[in-house]
């Protein structure tokens, strides 16, 4: 055979042999042989070709991979443990993405608004002497911010060193701090909070205060954004102003308040670094006890102490307080014991409502409803906080001692109220608002619409002597020129049913719903009679028929000029024409504060000024008012002496009915006034440094009677006395008060007045008699000698029975009166009477058979009216629907 194999043939139809798995041997090589056309196999082909293997060569390592992992050249456990090399890969890795998204995120994040509850603010009132009054109003948290510089360095200084010293410095964030709050909270310990003063204001001023790590990433951010953008001194503010020091009070203002009564400014370093112990735990250092009460208030008492010596050591070691300061505080500031600040109980909630109208009310003050309703002013009133108590405790004697609505019927739905007015300022110190405002929401010091009766006669006189009478034979309308101004010791007729006459002495006509004429005369209290009298006089013993003609003959118009300027609001006036005779007796509705204001204006010898609540306010820290003094002067000084002079001898005449008043012990001027139906009573004086007005009456309030059915009710019978005047019940109330309100005062007299005006004699007096002829006796007469027993007859039968100790006027509705109602609907006399229309005169005519009721409704409808709007100075303005009510049922 050939040595040469020959070639097998080639496969057909047949799948190919399936690969061994090895790598294909190189093709054998093969020579050409020469000649023969033959190549000749190689060595290595012919020792493969006789079954022998040849050496292998070495296979190529694999490609490396990005990530080892599993470890490739490894095997067992060692292929899955990372090699340092992968795991500060993965470490630097994951740092550069963290950091890349919190720049991401700090990029994307915005300082966010402030929260509503960080802005939330109260708002303060103060007591005339500066100790806080009551918190009350704005939001819901009691705070009150105010600016850096207000905050005392010390009280930084304590916060800064117990609680971050590095605080100048600092970018904003602890990342230990936080850290070590993360794993805390990540273990289930305690919750901590950011330790930098920075993280804790972006808490309270931008976050909520729970202890989360979404919350705590976003602390972290919005804490290193506002270290970058906002100045230290504005976080410090907004920390200090926004933590909770406990007994309710947010931020430092309130804080000062809470625990001291002052100021934040005026705090002392000693007092700053008890504060500043609160920041830890409101609750476990505060030394009333906190929400523990008294059972706890020793161990926090003992607690603060504790750390309140920390504070002021750790001040010493961050060098903010030099050792010889600090050795200086050995006695621990403790605070006053907790009291409620937002009680409005008592008389509080009628001051405060007083100081609120008069803030929203003043044109020259930048405060509305909505701004007030915000919060945060700090509001000075006038008020003195031991008058008003003074005032109250008053009051509440005459009511203990007198009245029993439990089983006297006549006793219930009496009210009182008063205020106190310094003269020549108008500063209102002292307030009666009634008996509890949380149970008794209008306020009687402010407006009642009760009738003010005779004490309105003062303002007639005025206007006799200031603007004077009319010159009979001229228009109703005179000038000044044409006009009589006349003395106090003119002589006027006290005629009981005095026939009233114009100006011009033709009889007054009325007319009736018919169209019938009627005439009017007026009755005095009690059908008294004194004939033709001074004044002055008639003034002392409050007759009605000389002031009811003497202002006719000036004019009800300037009677009413008299009373505005004096200090009354024109809207709480009647109707002031010549169809409304009766106008001098008082129908007009002022309410105590304009009462004792006006009185007040007589007292200061004619220098008028608005009553006020409120000297100064301010808002975070900037005063946005200031009250100015200022007065008007709207009477000579000559003519309100004169005035004051008269109501003098009201007090110490022997037939004064106020000389009640003489018990004072100082001089004193006054008035008494009392109306039909004895519906109101009142006692208004004055003495050199204060004028106090007193009103009492009946009406129902309470939500349980119907609307229309309250009206003011008649005091006949009350406290058991057969009627209410102004010199029982009101002038008790008054010289209590003013008793311990004047006690420290001089006993200064009032100025002596001149002489003024003219003496006149009004219409309807007799004609003036001359003198009789002085003869001299020049004979000597011989004395009669009168047995002792018979003169004592005689002084027996000729004595007088005792005056009234308050001669005060109580009924003016007579037969054809235009301003008294007494329809039983309250609504012919009560419209038409309080128009100047004659239907009021017909239901006075019948007064006798149809009661009290039209009167009383009438008087109702003023009181209505009086719910209308408020002046600058807080005192309600009545509306339009209230003109009836301002005359129905008359005053005396």
Not at 514 to 529: A, I, V
């Amino acid at each position: 055979m050939s040595e040469h194999r020959r070639k097998p043939p080639q496969s057909r139809g047949r799948r190919a042999a399936a690969p061994s798995g090895r790598r294909a041997a190189p093709p054998p090589q093969r020579e050409e042989s020469g000649g023969s056309g033959h190549r000749r196999a190689t060595a290595s082909s012919a020792a493969e070709g006789t079954g022998r293997r040849s050496r292998r060569r070495p296979e190529p390592p694999p490609k490396k991979r990005f990530i080892d992992y599993p470890r490739a050249q490894h095997t067992g456990a060692r292929r899955w443990l990372p090699s340092w090399k992968q795991i500060l890969g993965s470490a630097i890795l994951f740092m550069g993405l963290l950091v890349g998204l919190i720049g991401i995120a700090y990029a994307m994040v915005d300082i966010p608004d402030p929260n509503k509850a960080a802005e939330s603010q109260k708002n303060v009132y103060y007591w005339a002497d500066g100790s806080e009054m009551v918190v009350a109003g704005g939001g819901e948290y009691n705070r009150q911010i105010i600016p850096f510089n207000e905050i005392p360095t010390d009280m930084v200084d304590s916060v800064v060193a117990a609680e971050n010293a590095t605080f100048w410095e600092d970018p904003g964030v602890d990342l230990k701090g936080i850290a070590r709050a993360v794993v805390n909270m990540a273990q289930g310990g305690d919750t901590q909070s950011g330790s930098t003063i920075t993280q804790q204001y972006v808490k309270n001023m931008y976050l909520d205060q729970s202890q989360t790590l979404s919350r705590k990433f976003k602390e972290l951010l919005i804490s290193v954004k506002v270290a970058s953008d906002v100045p230290k001194e504005e976080i410090m503010a907004g920390y200090l102003n926004t933590a909770y020091f406990g007994r309710g009070a947010y931020g430092i203002q309130a804080a000062a308040r809470a625990y001291y009564d002052k100021d934040a400014k005026d705090l002392d370093a000693n007092e700053c670094a008890y504060l500043t112990t609160l920041l830890k735990g409101a609750d476990l250092y505060d030394t009333s006890g906190g929400t523990g009460g008294a059972e706890r208030a020793e161990a926090n008492t003992e607690r603060a102490t504790n750390q309140w010596v920390t504070v002021l050591d750790r001040r010493v070691a961050v060098g903010n307080m030099e050792l010889a300061e600090r050795n200086e505080y050995t006695e621990f500031p403790m605070p006053q014991d907790y009291k409620p600040s937002t009680d409005l109980a008592g008389q509080i909630g009628y001051l405060k409502e007083l100081a609120d109208s008069y803030l929203i009310n003043n044109d020259d003050i930048d405060v509305d409803a909505d701004k007030l309703a915000q919060g945060g002013y700090s509001i000075h009133t006038t008020f003195d906080q031991e008058m008003v108590k003074q005032m109250e405790d008053a009051v509440q004697q005459v009511i203990d001692d007198n009245l029993d609505p439990e089983n006297r019927e006549a006793d219930e739905h009496v009210q009182f109220g008063g205020a106190a007015v310094v003269p020549g300022d108008g500063a209102v110190v002292a307030i009666y608002g009634g008996h509890n405002y949380l149970e008794h929401f209008l306020n009687n010091a402010n407006n009642a619409g009760a009738q003010v009766g005779s004490t309105f006669k003062p303002f007639v006189l005025a206007a006799a002597m200031r603007d004077g009478v009319r010159d009979p034979d001229g228009p109703a309308d005179q000038p000044d020129e044409d006009r009589t101004p006349i003395s106090p010791d003119s002589i006027y007729s006290s005629e009981n049913d005095l026939l009233i006459r114009n100006y011009d002495g033709e009889i007054w006509y009325g007319e009736d719903d018919d169209g019938e004429p009627f005439t009017w005369e007026q009755r005095n209290y009690e059908e008294g009679d004194k004939g033709d009298i001074t004044l002055r006089k008639a003034m002392e013993i409050s007759a009605n028929s000389p002031f009811v003609q003497l202002g006719m003959e000036i004019g009800p118009a300037k009677v009413a000029e008299a009373a505005i300027d004096a200090g009354l609001l024109e809207s709480t006036l009647g109707p002031a024409n010549d169809t409304v005779p009766t106008f001098a007796l008082g129908v007009s509705t002022p309410g105590p504060i304009r009462m004792a204001t006006a009185y007040a204006t007589f007292a200061a010898s004619g220098e008028q000024a608005d009553p006020y609540f409120v000297t100064h306010a301010e808002l975070e820290g900037a005063t946005v008012y200031e009250h100015e003094s200022n007065t008007e002067r709207h009477f000579e000084a000559n003519v309100a002496d004169n005035v004051t002079d008269v109501l003098v001898g009201v007090v110490t005449g022997e037939e004064g009915s106020a000389r009640k008043v003489q018990e004072l012990g100082k001089p004193a001027a006054a008035k008494t006034g009392t109306t039909d139906q004895n519906n109101s009573a009142w006692f208004v004086g004055y003495t050199p440094h204060l004028s106090t007005a007193i009103g009492m009456w009946r009406f129902p309030d309470s939500e349980d009677i119907a609307p229309e059915d309250r009206k003011f009710l008649s005091m006949y019978g009350t406290a058991g006395m057969d009627k209410i005047t102004g010199g029982s019940l009101p002038a008790e109330a008054w010289m209590g008060f003013m008793k311990e309100a004047t006690k420290n005062d001089p006993p200064d007299e009032f100025p002596k007045p001149g002489k003024i005006g003219e003496e006149y004699r009004g219409i309807g007096t007799q004609p003036e008699q001359p003198d009789p002829p002085v003869t001299e006796d020049t004979e000597e007469t011989e004395e009669a000698e009168v047995d002792e027993e018979q003169e004592e007859e005689r002084d027996e039968e000729t004595e007088t029975p005792p005056a009234d100790p308050d001669p005060d006027p109580t009924d003016s509705c007579q037969p054809g009166d235009p301003t008294c109602s007494n329809d039983s609907s309250g609504s012919q006399g009560g419209d038409n009477a309080g128009s100047g229309l004659p239907g009021g005169a017909n239901a006075g005519n019948e007064g006798a058979s149809n009661g009290d009721e039209g009167a009383d409704a009438g008087a109702d409808a003023g009181a209505d009216g009086g719910s209308g709007d408020t002046d600058s100075a807080g005192n309600a303005n009545n509306g339009d629907s209230g003109s009836p009510g301002w005359w129905s049922g008359g005053t005396g």
